[in-house]
Nanobody
Framework: QVQLVESGGGLVQAGGSLRLACAAS????????MGWFRQAPGKEREFVAA????????YFADSVKGRFTISRDNAKNTVYLHMNSLKPEDTAVYYC???????????????????????WGQGTQVTVSS
């Protein structure tokens, strides 16, 4: 069982920055692919970003590309979502998720679908004011 706990959400003005963190339990965090998703009011949850276990492969939704980055610290069992140039439309509850599939190191595939992730955090609210 993997437990994920997000932190770092809050209220920020448009153009500002936030860093979300997701701390994971378990001794095999370094093997997980970690993803971030978000759900805005009245909308379905959507993919934001993901990072493979080694940190070598990342993938971003078009809506955040160039503004968000994702990183991980396997020694701390933590994945981060660095959000810059925030817009009001980034307002949402942000969830981190873990995919425990072991991918070949030669593969650059990054899972982007919700069903590919087995474990989810409780979410953290991000509100961007205009």
């Amino acid at each position: 069982q993997v437990q994920l706990v997000e932190s770092g959400g809050g209220l920020v003005q448009a153009g500002g920055s936030l860093r979300l963190a997701c701390a994971a339990s378990g001794r095999t965090f370094s093997t997980y692919t970690m993803g971030w998703f978000r759900q805005a009011p009245g909308k379905e949850r959507e993919f934001v970003a993901a990072i493979r276990s080694s940190g070598g492969s990342t993938y971003f939704a078009d809506s955040v590309k160039g503004r968000f980055t994702i990183s991980r610290d396997n020694a701390k069992n933590t994945v981060y979502l660095h959000m810059n140039s925030l817009k009001p439309e980034d307002t949402a509850v942000y969830y981190c998720a873990a995919d425990t599939t072991i991918y070949r190191s030669s593969s650059s595939y990054v899972p982007k679908m919700q069903f590919e992730y087995e474990y989810w955090g409780q979410g953290t609210q991000v509100t961007v004011s205009s």
